[in-house]
């Protein structure tokens, strides 16, 4: 069974930082693809930033030159440093697991979501 565990999220003035985390756990063989998603109230969930195994990396132009995705293939952890954040970026932030190849075969993963606030 894999598990997304995610961490780092609260409340911060605008201009300040937060580091997420993303733990996934199980008996994994390797993670094509790991990225962060948010979903703000009333809105769709968007795509805020992905990493591949070999480090091919794509952000939404809404955080790009602020966040910072890093990833550690031995420990199946992604990471999201945000900076110089904004009262857009409150949402509830998930993490995501593709291609993850487990005995079970490969699928696709969520974590249940860490709220981030960002206050003006």
């Known amino acids: 069974q894999v598990q997304l565990v995610e961490s780092g999220g609260g409340l911060v003035q605008a201009g300040g930082s937060l580091r997420l985390s993303c733990a996934a756990s199980g008996t994994i063989f390797s993670i094509t693809a790991m990225g962060w998603y948010r979903q703000a109230p009333g809105k769709q969930r968007e795509l805020v930033a992905g990493?591949?195994?070999?480090?091919?990396?794509n952000y939404a132009e809404s955080v790009k030159g602020r966040f910072t995705i890093s990833r550690d293939n031995a420990k199946n952890t992604v990471y999201l440093q945000m900076n110089s954040l904004k009262p857009e970026d409150t949402a509830v932030y998930y993490c995501?697991?593709?291609?993850?190849?487990?005995?079970?075969?490969?699928?696709?993963?969520w974590g249940q979501g860490t709220q981030v606030t960002v206050s003006s």
């Open positions: 995501n697991a593709d291609g993850v190849v487990t005995t079970m075969g490969v699928g696709l993963y």
């Open positions: 990493i591949t195994r070999g480090r091919n990396i």
